[in-house]
């Protein structure tokens, strides 16, 4: 596809229970950012990846919260032992170096 | 640790009213500064890209400016339509590595 793809869209889970969230950026994209958006919030940065490197992982909240990027194109946020103030859109982008960013619609998630 | 502000947080104007979104932000070390728009339950779009040693860039009825000493910028919408209702976000991305920080944003309602 011609964007950034997220899945799923939307995943509600119960609290304590592992969640994956995926990140397909634009091809050919070496900078691929994760973000955390709350109802009337601007975006989070959560990390950002250049190529396969995590090059800024500072807004991760905790260690429950990882990402990886094994091959410098699809990404992966991984939460253990969700929480309820989990819930929230996770927001995925990507760019070119240092050029605009492109925003994926964003996986919404709901932790009950 | 940079901080971006948007002011004011809403704004509601009759149709073809000329209206001006403000941004600041604390460290002027940037690289970029962006503006987005994010439709309700949607990813964020963005409008226009300004390199730090620009002053300003234009999209049809949109003109962004950057004061970067200052710490600001302005995004300025002419004759506006109540197809340009959305949130307009700020965001800039640091020199040394491309952390991009976003503001709360600004909800804008253009009356028909």
């Known amino acids: 596809g011609a964007g950034v793809s997220q899945t799923p869209s939307n995943k509600v889970t119960e609290k304590g229970k592992y969640v994956e969230l995926r990140c397909d950026p634009i091809?050919?994209?070496?900078?691929l950012y994760w973000y955390r958006q709350s109802l009337g919030q601007g975006p989070e940065f959560l990390i950002y990846?250049?190529?396969?490197?995590?090059?800024?992982d500072s807004g991760l909240p905790n260690d429950r919260f990882f990402a990886v990027r094994p091959e410098g194109s699809v990404s992966t946020l991984k939460i253990q032992r969700t929480e309820r103030g989990d819930s929230a859109v996770y927001l995925c982008?990507?760019?070119?170096?240092?050029?605009?960013?492109?925003f994926g619609e964003g996986s919404w998630l709901t932790v009950v | 640790k940079q901080e971006v502000t948007q002011i004011p947080a809403a704004l509601s104007v009759p149709e073809g009213e000329n209206l001006v979104l403000n941004c600041s932000f604390t460290?002027?070390?940037?690289?970029?500064l962006q503006w987005f728009r994010q439709d309700p339950g949607k990813g964020l779009t963005s409008l226009l890209l300004?390199?730090?040693?620009?002053r300003e860039q234009t999209s049809g009825r949109l003109n962004a400016s950057l004061d970067k000493s200052s710490g600001r910028s302005t995004l300025y919408i002419a004759a506006s339509q109540p197809g340009d209702s959305a949130t307009y976000l700020c965001?800039?991305?640091?020199?040394?590595?491309?952390?991009?920080?976003f503001g709360a944003g600004t909800r804008l309602f253009v009356k028909a």
């Open positions: 990846f250049q190529g396969t490197g995590a090059a800024d």
């Open positions: 300004i390199q730090s040693s620009q």
């Open positions: 982008a990507s760019s070119p170096f240092g050029n605009t960013i492109y």
């Open positions: 965001a800039v991305s640091n020199t040394g590595g491309f952390k991009t920080i």
């Open positions: 091809s050919g994209h070496t900078a």
């Open positions: 460290d002027s070390a940037i690289y970029n």
